[in-house]
């Protein structure tokens, strides 16, 4: 079964960078589509970004992160700069078995632990 591990979440100031991982069980890694989504406390889960043959984000994330995928180390990253106090949440990795991504957090079947991130002013 496919797993999901995430890693990289710490407090950083606002304007930092910080790079989260998600290291996936399992060899066929390169035919899911992957996600990032995050979630802060009393608010619904939001998509951030996702992966298959292209990528794309929420508007809100467009020019400060980037979301990319090693298949042979069965990892995929979000490389988050100039982080804002609205940034702040817990983020999750998430993957379907589809070559083509989506938005939408209910067409995921496989999620990761999720890991915090808190921007500070």
């Known amino acids: 079964q496919v797993q999901l591990v995430e890693s990289g979440g710490g407090v950083v100031q606002a304007g930092g960078s910080l790079r989260l991982s998600c290291a996936a069980s399992?060899?066929?890694?390169?035919?899911?589509?992957m996600g990032w989504f995050r979630q802060a406390p009393g608010k619904e889960r939001e998509f951030v970004a996702a992966i298959s043959w292209s990528t794309v984000y929420t508007d809100s994330v467009k020019g400060r992160f980037t979301i990319s995928r090693d298949n042979a180390k069965n990892t995929m990253y979000l490389q988050m700069n100039s982080l804002k106090p609205e940034d702040t949440a817990v983020y999750y990795c998430?993957?379907?078995?589809?070559?083509?991504?989506?938005?939408?957090?209910?067409?995921?079947?496989?999620w990761g632990q999720g890991t915090q991130v808190t921007v500070s002013s």
């Open positions: 998430a993957a379907r078995l589809s070559f083509s991504s989506s938005r939408v957090p209910t067409e995921y079947r496989y």
């Open positions: 399992g060899r066929t890694f390169s035919s899911y589509a």
